[in-house]
């Protein structure tokens, strides 16, 4: 079985990936750069270029890169320009565009840190329980406001609409019934786009389905990896 690795979206640490290494052996999830160690990356390709030099490190020739929101982006992207490194792809919260309206860079400009409560409200279904709101606030406060407007910043110039089609990779599309970030029909459009590949809508869940029902993604996970990984 190929070797998972997990790439959190923006403002998070590797924690947003717990309740999958614990539940699938030998998975691995990653910090990006800035996260909080080391250089913010600008755009969506460079991360995919340090993502790239990264597997090898962590996995024999290629890996299954399981990313939600901007770590989608970046498994799409290395999917397209590095794709004998990637063994499969699992899209959380993913879009082949990621446009992020004006108010949020607002938000992150003029009112950090009073603005993360707002920040985790948009992410997550109404229903999120109070724990995992402060896990992801904490989140927030730990990358800061520069690698976090930076992360915005990189998914809002991401566009790989004329590309996603050209992906062969087989491909697992999670989404949240309830994603105000990245709404269902973004997941839908690249289940259409994508030959291999298929969708799992979550209920009760926003923008971050694996943490917010976890035990349903972590399922969702392991049927598609028995049915389509060797």
Known sequence: ??????????????????????????????????????????????????????????????????????????????ALDYPDRVAGL???????????GSQVFDMLDQRWPACIGE??????????PPELRRRLHEMHVVVGQRA???????????????????????????VGANDRMTPPKYATFL???IARSQLAVIDAAGHLPHLEQTPIVNDAIARWSREHLK
């Open 1 to 78: 079985m190929a070797r998972f690795l997990y790439l959190h979206g923006s403002g998070h640490t590797r924690d947003s990936f717990a309740g999958q290494t614990a539940t699938f052996p030998g998975s691995e999830s990653l910090a990006l750069p800035g996260h909080p160690a080391g250089e913010p990356r600008a755009s969506v390709p460079e991360l995919a270029a340090w993502l790239a030099a990264v597997i090898p490190q962590r996995a024999s020739g290629s890996a299954v890169i399981c990313g939600n929101s901007l770590g989608a982006a970046v498994a799409l992207q290395t």
């Open 90 to 100: 699992i899209l959380i919260g993913g879009g082949a565009r990621l446009r992020v």
């Open 119 to 128: 920040l985790v409200g948009l992410s997550v279904d109404e229903r999120c």
């Open 148 to 174: 976090t407007r930076m992360d915005y910043a990189a998914c809002n110039a991401f566009d790989i609409m004329d590309r996603v089609g050209s992906i062969a990779t087989p491909t697992l599309i999670v």
């Open 191 to 193: 289940q259409q786009a």
